[in-house]
């Protein structure tokens, strides 16, 4: 059998169709996901906004990659629930002024239900926080992450 040798670099590709000055109709892969504004500001709350949907692929990523990390660690972290608060400083977006830094800080709460010690968890946290491509991508911007990870 041959050995099929993964890409190390990959396009990703997205499109979207916005048919207002508030909604974007993004196209990935064969899905649609609606990014959008809540109606109090002039959106059509048909989706997340597109700030929201920053954080929520942090959630995302952080979820995927801890269980890749456990699987490689050979520990069972279960089911997580995660959870974020986000200071945001709206300023830009608002247009008042040009915000560095607007994801200030995100706490991020993890809660594994599987068998991992509480030792196993650090371990896991650590290794999602060198892997994890959405949580550099946020760090290396000059957010800060807090992390908590605790077994249910």
């Known amino acids: ?16 169709e916005c048919p207002s000055h508030s909604l974007a109709e993004v196209m990935v892969r064969d ?30 990523c952080t979820n995927v ?14 089911h997580l629930n995660i959870s974020a608060v986000c200071t945001f ?7 008042e ?7 200030q800080a995100i706490d991020l709460a993890i809660v594994a239900d599987g068998s991992a010690s509480e030792v196993q968890l650090q371990a ?6 060198k892997f994890c491509p959405l949580s550099k991508l946020f760090r290396n911007s000059g957010t800060e992450i807090n992390e908590t990870w605790s077994k249910a």
Do not use: W
């Open 1 to 16: 059998m041959a050995t099929v040798k993964m890409k190390t670099t990959v396009k990703m590709r997205a499109k979207a």
């Open 31 to 60: 899905l649609v996901q609606p990014i959008d504004e809540p109606v109090e500001r002039q959106g059509t709350n048909k989706g997340p906004t597109p700030t929201e949907t920053a954080v929520s692929a942090l959630i995302g």
């Open 65 to 78: 990659i801890a269980h890749k990390c456990a699987a490689q660690l050979g520990v069972d972290i279960g």
């Open 89 to 95: 400083d709206r300023r830009g977006v608002t247009l």
């Open 97 to 103: 002024e040009e915000i560095e830094v607007p994801f």
């Open 124 to 129: 896991v946290a650590a290794q999602v926080t």
